[in-house]
Protein backbone atom coordinates (compact mmCIF):
# COMPACT_ATOMS: atom_id res chain seq x y z
CA UNK A 1 0.00 0.00 0.00
CA UNK A 2 2.04 3.16 -1.42
CA UNK A 3 0.70 6.47 -1.46
CA UNK A 4 -0.74 6.26 -4.73
CA UNK A 5 -4.57 5.73 -4.25
CA UNK A 6 -6.42 8.10 -1.72
CA UNK A 7 -6.72 5.94 1.43
CA UNK A 8 -2.91 5.47 1.12
CA UNK A 9 -2.28 8.77 0.41
CA UNK A 10 -4.19 9.81 3.29
CA UNK A 11 -2.33 7.31 5.73
CA UNK A 12 0.64 8.59 4.57
CA UNK A 13 -0.39 11.63 5.85
CA UNK A 14 -1.43 10.51 9.13
CA UNK A 15 2.00 8.90 9.47
CA UNK A 16 3.56 12.19 9.18
CA UNK A 17 1.70 14.36 11.53
CA UNK A 18 2.04 11.25 14.04
CA UNK A 19 5.61 12.06 13.55
CA UNK A 20 5.18 15.72 14.16
CA UNK A 21 2.94 14.93 17.32
CA UNK A 22 6.32 13.72 19.11
CA UNK A 23 7.43 16.80 20.89
CA UNK A 24 10.15 18.85 20.51
CA UNK A 25 11.58 16.72 17.63
CA UNK A 26 8.08 16.04 15.99
CA UNK A 27 8.68 18.69 12.62
CA UNK A 28 12.28 17.70 12.12
CA UNK A 29 11.22 13.68 11.79
CA UNK A 30 8.15 14.50 10.06
CA UNK A 31 10.47 16.17 7.22
CA UNK A 32 12.38 13.12 7.83
CA UNK A 33 10.23 10.90 7.61
CA UNK A 34 8.02 12.65 4.54
CA UNK A 35 10.95 14.02 2.34
CA UNK A 36 9.04 17.21 1.51
CA UNK A 37 7.09 19.28 2.78
CA UNK A 38 4.06 17.22 1.62
CA UNK A 39 3.44 13.58 0.80
CA UNK A 40 5.22 13.35 -2.75
CA UNK A 41 7.15 10.94 -4.57
CA UNK A 42 9.60 11.05 -2.09
CA UNK A 43 7.69 9.82 0.73
CA UNK A 44 7.75 6.88 -1.95
CA UNK A 45 11.26 6.01 -2.08
CA UNK A 46 11.13 6.14 1.65
CA UNK A 47 8.65 3.69 2.74
CA UNK A 48 9.47 1.44 -0.34
CA UNK A 49 13.09 1.39 1.11
CA UNK A 50 11.32 0.78 4.47
CA UNK A 51 9.37 -2.07 3.18
CA UNK A 52 11.83 -3.87 1.15
CA UNK A 53 14.96 -4.10 2.95
CA UNK A 54 14.30 -3.50 6.63
CA UNK A 55 11.01 -5.50 6.66
CA UNK A 56 12.23 -8.39 5.44
CA UNK A 57 15.56 -8.21 7.79
CA UNK A 58 13.21 -7.61 10.74
CA UNK A 59 11.00 -10.83 9.63
CA UNK A 60 14.14 -12.80 9.18
CA UNK A 61 15.51 -11.75 12.62
CA UNK A 62 12.31 -13.01 14.27
CA UNK A 63 12.28 -16.24 12.50
CA UNK A 64 15.54 -16.65 13.59
CA UNK A 65 14.83 -15.70 17.23
CA UNK A 66 11.79 -18.29 17.33
CA UNK A 67 14.17 -21.19 15.85
CA UNK A 68 16.62 -20.22 19.21
CA UNK A 69 13.86 -20.41 21.48
CA UNK A 70 12.15 -23.16 20.19
CA UNK A 71 15.81 -24.95 20.01
CA UNK A 72 17.01 -23.89 24.08
CA UNK A 73 13.29 -23.86 25.69
CA UNK A 74 10.82 -26.40 23.65
CA UNK A 75 7.49 -26.12 22.22
CA UNK A 76 4.72 -25.88 24.73
CA UNK A 77 2.01 -28.49 25.40
CA UNK A 78 -1.72 -28.12 26.73
CA UNK A 79 -0.56 -28.50 30.12
CA UNK A 80 2.30 -26.13 30.28
CA UNK A 81 4.82 -28.33 31.64
CA UNK A 82 8.32 -28.36 31.08
CA UNK A 83 9.03 -31.92 29.45
CA UNK A 84 12.92 -31.55 29.39
CA UNK A 85 12.77 -31.70 32.79
CA UNK A 86 11.56 -35.82 32.27
CA UNK A 87 14.25 -37.20 29.96
CA UNK A 88 14.38 -40.90 29.30
CA UNK A 89 18.06 -42.99 29.19
CA UNK A 90 18.53 -42.05 26.05
CA UNK A 91 18.59 -38.30 27.21
CA UNK A 92 15.35 -37.65 24.88
CA UNK A 93 12.35 -35.95 26.61
CA UNK A 94 9.97 -38.37 27.63
CA UNK A 95 6.94 -36.85 26.83
CA UNK A 96 8.49 -34.86 23.69
CA UNK A 97 8.16 -36.21 20.26
CA UNK A 98 10.90 -35.67 17.13
CA UNK A 99 9.92 -32.88 14.96
CA UNK A 100 10.11 -34.37 11.97
CA UNK A 101 7.75 -35.84 10.64
CA UNK A 102 5.41 -34.94 13.61
CA UNK A 103 5.63 -31.28 13.45
CA UNK A 104 6.56 -30.43 9.39
CA UNK A 105 3.34 -32.14 8.67
CA UNK A 106 1.36 -30.55 11.21
CA UNK A 107 3.33 -27.32 9.75
CA UNK A 108 2.52 -28.62 6.06
CA UNK A 109 -0.95 -28.43 7.20
CA UNK A 110 -1.21 -25.31 8.62
CA UNK A 111 -0.02 -23.75 5.59
CA UNK A 112 -2.42 -25.41 2.96
CA UNK A 113 -5.34 -24.11 5.14
CA UNK A 114 -3.64 -20.56 5.22
CA UNK A 115 -3.44 -20.48 1.24
CA UNK A 116 -6.41 -22.10 0.77
CA UNK A 117 -8.16 -18.82 2.82
CA UNK A 118 -5.42 -16.55 0.94
CA UNK A 119 -6.30 -17.84 -2.35
CA UNK A 120 -10.34 -17.62 -1.65
CA UNK A 121 -10.03 -14.35 -0.48
CA UNK A 122 -7.63 -13.38 -3.90
CA UNK A 123 -9.55 -14.80 -6.27
CA UNK A 124 -13.20 -14.78 -5.05
CA UNK A 125 -13.84 -12.21 -2.05
CA UNK A 126 -10.14 -9.61 -2.27
CA UNK A 127 -12.54 -6.44 -1.06
CA UNK A 128 -14.77 -8.69 1.73
CA UNK A 129 -17.25 -5.93 1.75
CA UNK A 130 -15.06 -3.11 2.13
CA UNK A 131 -12.50 -4.16 5.40
CA UNK A 132 -9.95 -5.57 2.97
CA UNK A 133 -9.57 -3.20 0.37
CA UNK A 134 -11.82 -0.10 0.85
CA UNK A 135 -13.55 1.25 -2.28
CA UNK A 136 -11.26 4.23 -1.79
CA UNK A 137 -8.30 2.36 -2.37
CA UNK A 138 -9.47 2.32 -6.07
CA UNK A 139 -9.69 6.13 -6.26
CA UNK A 140 -6.28 7.86 -7.12
CA UNK A 141 -4.63 10.09 -4.82
CA UNK A 142 -6.30 13.44 -4.59
CA UNK A 143 -4.72 15.80 -1.80
CA UNK A 144 -8.14 18.14 -2.57
CA UNK A 145 -10.39 15.41 -1.88
CA UNK A 146 -10.76 13.91 1.56
CA UNK A 147 -13.09 10.92 1.82
CA UNK A 148 -15.66 11.11 4.56
CA UNK A 149 -14.22 8.35 7.02
CA UNK A 150 -10.83 6.50 6.56
CA UNK A 151 -10.07 3.49 8.76
CA UNK A 152 -6.40 1.10 8.71
CA UNK A 153 -6.89 -1.97 7.40
CA UNK A 154 -8.66 -4.83 9.82
CA UNK A 155 -5.95 -5.80 12.12
CA UNK A 156 -5.02 -2.32 13.05
CA UNK A 157 -8.45 -1.09 13.54
CA UNK A 158 -8.53 -1.89 17.35
CA UNK A 159 -5.14 0.01 18.38
CA UNK A 160 -6.86 2.69 15.84
CA UNK A 161 -9.53 2.71 18.43
CA UNK A 162 -7.50 2.95 21.09
CA UNK A 163 -5.37 6.23 19.05
CA UNK A 164 -9.12 7.88 18.61
CA UNK A 165 -10.65 7.78 22.25
CA UNK A 166 -7.40 9.43 23.90
CA UNK A 167 -8.93 13.08 24.25
CA UNK A 168 -8.41 15.22 26.89
CA UNK A 169 -10.83 13.97 28.94
CA UNK A 170 -9.12 10.67 28.80
CA UNK A 171 -5.90 12.16 29.60
CA UNK A 172 -7.49 13.64 32.91
CA UNK A 173 -8.50 10.00 34.02
CA UNK A 174 -5.40 8.42 32.89
CA UNK A 175 -3.74 11.59 35.91
CA UNK A 176 -6.18 10.33 38.35
CA UNK A 177 -5.81 6.95 38.16
CA UNK A 178 -2.15 7.13 38.29
CA UNK A 179 -2.39 9.57 41.76
CA UNK A 180 -4.55 7.05 42.83
CA UNK A 181 -2.19 4.43 42.34
CA UNK A 182 0.31 6.63 43.82
CA UNK A 183 -1.82 7.50 46.91
CA UNK A 184 -2.66 3.36 47.82
CA UNK A 185 1.05 2.04 47.24
CA UNK A 186 1.99 4.98 49.72
CA UNK A 187 -0.53 3.73 52.24
CA UNK A 188 -0.88 0.35 51.55
CA UNK A 189 1.92 -0.83 49.60
CA UNK A 190 4.50 -3.17 51.56
CA UNK A 191 7.63 -1.55 50.32
CA UNK A 192 10.21 0.59 51.91
CA UNK A 193 9.64 4.38 52.97
CA UNK A 194 12.06 5.06 49.79
CA UNK A 195 10.82 3.47 47.52
CA UNK A 196 7.11 4.58 48.12
CA UNK A 197 8.45 8.16 48.03
CA UNK A 198 10.29 7.13 44.66
CA UNK A 199 7.01 6.01 43.15
CA UNK A 200 5.21 9.50 44.52
CA UNK A 201 7.78 11.42 42.60
CA UNK A 202 7.51 9.27 39.44
CA UNK A 203 3.79 9.75 39.43
CA UNK A 204 3.86 13.68 39.72
CA UNK A 205 6.23 13.75 37.09
CA UNK A 206 4.01 11.59 34.74
CA UNK A 207 0.99 13.75 36.19
CA UNK A 208 2.72 17.07 35.04
CA UNK A 209 3.92 15.49 31.56
CA UNK A 210 0.43 14.34 30.99
CA UNK A 211 -1.06 17.53 31.73
CA UNK A 212 1.91 19.54 29.79
CA UNK A 213 1.81 17.84 26.29
CA UNK A 214 -1.34 17.65 23.64
CA UNK A 215 -3.88 14.69 23.87
CA UNK A 216 -2.87 14.19 20.08
CA UNK A 217 0.51 12.91 21.15
CA UNK A 218 -0.47 10.85 24.01
CA UNK A 219 -3.06 9.29 21.55
CA UNK A 220 0.55 8.19 19.64
CA UNK A 221 1.78 7.05 22.86
CA UNK A 222 -1.23 4.59 23.50
CA UNK A 223 -1.43 3.57 20.16
CA UNK A 224 2.26 2.57 20.08
CA UNK A 225 1.92 1.10 23.42
CA UNK A 226 -0.76 -0.82 23.05
CA UNK A 227 1.25 -2.93 20.37
CA UNK A 228 4.77 -2.73 22.15
CA UNK A 229 2.91 -4.20 25.53
CA UNK A 230 2.72 -7.29 23.89
CA UNK A 231 5.85 -8.02 23.41
CA UNK A 232 6.46 -8.24 27.31
CA UNK A 233 3.54 -10.99 27.94
CA UNK A 234 5.97 -13.26 29.27
CA UNK A 235 7.50 -10.97 31.92
CA UNK A 236 4.30 -10.05 33.02
CA UNK A 237 2.15 -12.69 33.66
CA UNK A 238 3.24 -14.35 36.90
CA UNK A 239 0.96 -17.00 37.07
CA UNK A 240 2.21 -20.68 39.11
CA UNK A 241 0.78 -22.53 36.03
CA UNK A 242 1.49 -21.84 32.55
CA UNK A 243 -1.68 -23.88 31.36
CA UNK A 244 -5.26 -22.21 31.60
CA UNK A 245 -6.18 -25.72 32.81
CA UNK A 246 -5.28 -25.44 35.90
CA UNK A 247 -5.71 -21.63 36.39
CA UNK A 248 -8.89 -20.73 38.21
CA UNK A 249 -12.00 -20.44 36.47
CA UNK A 250 -12.60 -16.70 37.00
CA UNK A 251 -9.15 -16.26 35.01
CA UNK A 252 -11.87 -17.33 32.02
CA UNK A 253 -13.97 -14.53 32.30
CA UNK A 254 -11.24 -12.42 32.69
CA UNK A 255 -9.88 -13.34 28.83
CA UNK A 256 -13.43 -13.52 27.50
CA UNK A 257 -13.75 -9.63 28.77
CA UNK A 258 -10.62 -8.74 27.18
CA UNK A 259 -11.79 -10.40 24.09
CA UNK A 260 -14.62 -9.28 23.77
CA UNK A 261 -13.92 -5.31 24.40
CA UNK A 262 -10.81 -6.08 21.93
CA UNK A 263 -13.42 -7.18 19.11
CA UNK A 264 -15.26 -4.10 20.17
CA UNK A 265 -12.88 -1.92 19.46
CA UNK A 266 -11.78 -3.53 16.26
CA UNK A 267 -15.44 -2.66 14.86
CA UNK A 268 -15.11 0.97 16.76
CA UNK A 269 -12.33 1.76 14.51
CA UNK A 270 -13.48 0.51 11.35
CA UNK A 271 -16.68 2.93 12.02
CA UNK A 272 -16.96 6.32 11.46
CA UNK A 273 -16.83 8.34 15.01
CA UNK A 274 -19.87 9.02 16.80
CA UNK A 275 -21.26 5.97 14.63
CA UNK A 276 -23.57 5.20 17.78
CA UNK A 277 -24.63 8.62 18.22
CA UNK A 278 -24.97 10.75 21.63
CA UNK A 279 -26.08 9.88 24.59
CA UNK A 280 -27.78 13.21 26.39
CA UNK A 281 -27.84 13.89 30.31
CA UNK A 282 -29.47 17.35 30.71
CA UNK A 283 -26.88 20.17 28.92
CA UNK A 284 -24.22 17.12 28.67
CA UNK A 285 -23.99 15.01 25.87
CA UNK A 286 -21.62 11.87 26.08
CA UNK A 287 -20.44 10.32 22.66
CA UNK A 288 -21.38 6.70 23.39
CA UNK A 289 -19.14 4.72 20.83
CA UNK A 290 -16.03 7.56 22.42
CA UNK A 291 -16.78 6.53 25.89
CA UNK A 292 -16.92 2.83 24.69
CA UNK A 293 -13.85 3.04 23.47
CA UNK A 294 -12.29 4.48 26.12
CA UNK A 295 -13.51 1.79 28.42
CA UNK A 296 -11.84 -0.79 26.63
CA UNK A 297 -8.70 1.31 26.36
CA UNK A 298 -8.44 1.35 30.18
CA UNK A 299 -9.23 -2.41 30.38
CA UNK A 300 -6.99 -3.24 27.97
CA UNK A 301 -4.17 -1.74 29.55
CA UNK A 302 -5.55 -2.57 32.74
CA UNK A 303 -5.07 -6.35 31.91
CA UNK A 304 -1.34 -6.44 30.95
CA UNK A 305 -0.30 -3.72 33.72
CA UNK A 306 -2.22 -5.55 36.55
CA UNK A 307 -1.69 -9.04 35.11
CA UNK A 308 1.42 -9.16 37.74
CA UNK A 309 -1.02 -8.93 40.59
CA UNK A 310 -4.41 -10.49 39.37
CA UNK A 311 -2.36 -13.23 37.66
CA UNK A 312 -1.41 -14.73 40.82
CA UNK A 313 -4.55 -14.53 42.53
CA UNK A 314 -7.53 -17.48 43.16
CA UNK A 315 -6.75 -21.18 43.76
CA UNK A 316 -4.62 -23.19 41.47
CA UNK A 317 -5.11 -26.76 40.50
CA UNK A 318 -1.86 -29.51 40.85
CA UNK A 319 -0.82 -29.58 37.49
CA UNK A 320 0.46 -33.16 36.75
CA UNK A 321 4.19 -34.30 36.19
CA UNK A 322 3.75 -35.97 33.07
CA UNK A 323 1.89 -34.70 30.02
CA UNK A 324 -1.59 -35.68 29.92
CA UNK A 325 -3.06 -37.25 26.66
CA UNK A 326 -6.40 -36.96 25.73
CA UNK A 327 -7.64 -38.59 22.63
CA UNK A 328 -9.45 -36.09 20.26
Same mark, same amino acid.
Given at each position: ?6 ? %? ?26 ? =?????? =? ?21 ? &? ?23 ? =? ?16 ? $? ?7 ? $? ?22 ? &?? %? ?18 ? /?????? =? ?16 ? $? ?10 ? &? ?6 ? $? #? /? ?15 ? %?????? !? ?49 ? %? ?16 ? #?? !? @? ?19 ? @????
Amino acid at each position: RMPLCQV %SFLGSRVVVNVCGAIPFIGPDLALLCCG =DCVVSG =DTLIRYVSCRVIAGPEVLVGLVV &AHLIALHEVGSNNPDGIQIKAKRGP =DGHPLDGIPSHPYYTVHD $IFGVVVFLT $IFSAVIFFAPEAGGYFLEYNNFIP &AD %SLKTPNHIAPVWYFTPFYSM /LRATTD =DMVNVFALLIAAAAVWNF $IKGKSGMGLKVA &AVVVAAVV $I #F /LLKTFDAKFWGVVIMGG %SVIILF !FLPWLDHSEVKSIRYRPSWHKYVYGVFVFLFLILGYLGIQAPGVWGNLVIG %SFALDIAQTISQIGTLFY #FG !F @FLLMPWWSRKGEFKTVPERVV @FAAH
